[in-house]
């Protein structure tokens, strides 16, 4: 492993003694050489495989063919190998069983009179023209040697087709940009509660019923109190010929689909088509048209297992591959709790609590799929109550569930939320389209290390690979899907391939922003977020305000104006830190199209210390200023300026250093009533000389309308003629939820920005 290491670094700096656009590979081999000189491919040349070459080398050719093709290169023939040809200048596609390199790995010999491609398996000779297909600009190889295998197995993206469905198409497309990159797993979601996707024919109600919804939720979840919807229908499903056509792409790919059917959480749709699944069959099961976790699950009576197992057998029938994905997560206990049957099934069957009965559930589905010849994977809350005998575990409430199950003996899928998630966001919420949630940049997703490092080398063979997922409640379209996917995706691509060792950012940033053109060639709407500037505070020896900005872009230049006109090449360059001497928003872009606009508010409690008379429940801001940091809070899709104080009051003291003069003293609130986020009652301010005597106080009620969007709410004292060292601020918490809202009687929360002292 260690010389697998070395070739790898020096790989990376032969790709710098090379013209641009050379070799721009993601995932990276794992074993590289760059070579002087190019490879031609033109109307002459030949895709040539040995005699008697069975179909599925003859497939692999036939797709490659066609990729070129559709690169706007030369119609490739194929052809068996002859004397007449070995001489001349063609790419060999050869099995040679006697390679060592597994099912997916290859050797590939690029030189300017041949290319020769060598695996095990068609697999992975497929693998080694999907190194060719990036490699190719305007119908020229460079010249390499290569010699690659993957790192993990499990190589995945999940797409969510159930909260926004997506065409066949478009399906389609995203598998062959899996494939492009050597990802080998393609998870589809096929059902939820807002939809289900699949047709079964034993149950025309489900899609019938089940893939359509009358509505859908406007804005972000907890945007509007009360909630807004569309009024416009969503509905769709694959056939089962649909399935067929997609299952048989992605086989020409070397894709395996893991096909997904939520039990036993995630059941509207299902319940809304046949109601007498549930525990309370009476009660009015409807597609839900907002997002969310429901009480509404599979009662796990004979009926419903009955029903399932006539649903896997259907989908068994279709999809080939060894897993079916049988969810697992997020399984609400209430309805069991509350319902006779299940209590005295859980008596009858001495199973301790509803946990014990969701492990009952999930393993006599795991038995059935067993007798099938199928393999179960599940969410990581399969785990609670006893796992299935022989189930994976995919381990996404962050890495505790993977490891716990390695330990267990348990293969598993690493996909944890602050890693894996693409529908968090990856820029700037206050500029970016509407996500769910989170903050999930490029860097930070190639950072991620699967392997857990608290696992022994025995438990580390557990884990199967890593995998990124893609909920669509945000992502209506396919252009917002390939938005929030690509490039992130590609970065899970080369951490799931390349070998365990050191990994680097700039390098992989450089050969990315090569390699985009192909993604453009394929009119993928990925995100440009590689070219972001972004802005950091700090304070220089003097005490000055000074601001720092960074790009992951290692190669660009940085162009910036203060005074409040558009930025260009002819503006001052950034070549450290900007230091600013008044409230300024300050502009700047990058020659490959990065922007940033930010405002730098400066004022007397710039960078002053404060402290709470009871910190805020798992606050420890106080400790890094946030509250005093000069940036103001932008959106309530953003929570990273804000500081959120739960079921309290707030009574805070800053520290401005000496008396001073003081006029005014401002701050911000946020009002998000669906989440329950009440702004305060009141709000007092105080100014004090020496921190024990505090007069001058202003208390000021803030006011809103409890009904509509969420909001960024104003707070301001005017003292005019002021003097003090210490500001005292105390907000009143609003208590709990009004009778009418989801959360009725739970304590509420708020929140605040910068406090600004001028």
């Not at 390199?101 to 060598?118: F, Q, S």
């Not at 023209?129 to 490699?135: A, D, E, I």
């Not at 009141?682 to 007069?695: I, M, N, P, T």
């Amino acid at each position: 492993m260690k010389y697998l290491i070395g070739l790898l670094l020096l790989s990376f700096a032969a790709i710098g003694q090379q013209p641009e656009n050379q070799y721009n590979l993601i995932p990276f081999p794992a074993r590289f050489a760059g070579q002087d000189g190019q490879f031609s491919i033109t109307s002459t040349t030949r895709l040539v495989t040995a005699p008697g070459t069975d179909a599925g080398v003859r497939a692999v050719a036939q797709t490659f063919a066609s990729q070129v093709k559709a690169a706007n290169g030369p119609t490739l023939s194929l052809a068996a190998a002859s004397p007449a040809l070995a001489k001349g200048a063609h790419i060999f596609l050869t099995i040679n069983k006697k390679l060592t390199l597994g099912d997916e790995g290859y050797k590939l010999t690029i030189a300017p009179n041949k290319v020769t491609a060598e695996a095990a398996t068609p697999r992975g000779l497929f693998y080694a023209t999907q190194t060719l297909r990036q490699l190719l600009t305007d119908n020229r190889l460079p010249a390499c040697q290569i010699t690659d295998k993957p790192r993990f197995g499990h190589r995945g993206l999940m797409l969510d087709v159930s909260r926004h469905f997506m065409p066949v198409s478009f399906v389609k497309k995203f598998i062959d940009l899996m494939a492009m990159h050597k990802q080998n797993t393609f998870h589809w979601h096929l059902t939820d509660d807002q939809g289900w996707r699949i047709e079964i024919k034993k149950y025309p109600k489900l899609t019938q019923i089940g893939s359509q919804r009358p509505e859908t939720l406007v804005g972000q979840f907890y945007q509007n109190y009360p909630m807004q919807y569309d009024g416009k229908p969503h509905g769709g499903f694959y056939t089962q010929n649909d399935i067929r056509e997609v299952v048989r792409y992605a086989q020409s790919r070397f894709v395996t689909i893991v096909p997904e059917i939520e039990m036993p959480g995630h059941a509207r749709a299902a319940l809304a088509a046949y109601p007498e699944l549930g525990c309370e069959p009476t009660k009015g099961y409807t597609v839900a048209t907002h997002w969310g976790v429901f009480d509404d699950v599979f009662c796990p009576s004979e009926k419903t297992f009955t029903f399932l197992q006539d649903v896997l057998t259907e989908v068994v029938a279709l999809f080939p591959g060894k897993y079916v994905h049988i969810g697992g997560d997020e399984c609400l206990k209430t309805a069991w709790k509350q319902s006779a049957f299940c209590q005295e099934l859980m008596k009858k069957n001495k199973l301790r609590d509803e946990n014990e009965l969701q492990s009952y559930f999930i393993r006599r589905m795991e038995k059935f799929l067993n007798s099938k010849g199928r393999s179960i994977i599940g969410w990581d809350e399969i785990l609670e109550g006893g796992v299935a005998p022989n189930a994976t575990i995919m381990s996404w409430r962050g890495t505790a569930g993977g490891i716990a199950a390695a330990k267990q003996k348990h293969t598993v899928i690493m996909t944890p939320t602050d890693n894996c998630y693409l529908d968090y966001y990856q820029g700037n919420p206050a500029t970016e389209p509407l996500a769910i949630g989170g903050y999930l940049p490029l860097d930070k997703v190639y950072a991620y290390e699967p392997m857990p490092a608290e696992l022994t080398a025995e438990q580390q063979k557990y884990i199967l690979g890593v995998q990124g997922n893609i909920w669509t409640e945000y992502m209506p379209t396919p252009e917002s899907v390939e938005y929030m996917v690509w490039p992130r995706a590609l970065a899970l691509a080369e951490i799931g391939w390349m070998p365990a060792g050191p990994r680097n950012f700039e390098d992989f940033a450089m050969r990315l922003k090569n390699h985009l053109p192909k993604l453009d060639a394929s009119r993928v709407n990925y995100a440009k977020r590689l070219f972001d500037i972004s802005a950091q505070t700090q304070a220089n020896e003097q005490g000055q305000v000074q601001v720092k900005l960074t790009k992951l872009d290692a190669d660009s230049r940085i162009f910036f104006t203060t005074n409040g006109k558009e930025p260009s090449e002819k503006s001052s360059e950034y070549s450290g830190p900007i230091t600013l001497t008044k409230t300024t928003t300050l502009r700047a872009i990058t020659q490959t199209g990065g922007r940033l606009t930010q405002t730098f508010t400066l004022h007397k409690a710039k960078n002053k210390p404060y402290t709470y008379a009871t910190a805020p429940q798992g606050d420890a801001t106080a400790n890094n200023l946030k509250l005093t940091d000069g940036v103001r809070g932008e959106t309530p899709r953003d929570r990273r300026q804000w500081v959120s104080v739960y079921g309290t009051d707030l009574d805070l003291t800053l520290d401005l250093g000496e008396v001073t003069s003081v006029s005014k003293v401002s701050l911000n609130f946020l009002k998000i009533i669906l989440e329950g986020g009440f702004p305060p009652t009141s709000v007092e301010v105080a100014l004090s000389r020496d921190g024990q005597d505090f007069k001058e106080a202003i208390a000021q009620p803030v006011t809103y309308e409890l009904n509509g969007p969420w909001s960024i709410l104003p707070v301001v004292a005017d003292f005019r003629t002021g003097r003090a060292r210490y500001v005292r601020i105390r907000a009143k918490n609003a208590g709990v939820c009004p009778a009418g809202h989801p959360s009725e009687g739970k304590k509420t929360w708020f929140a605040t920005d910068e406090i600004v002292v001028e």
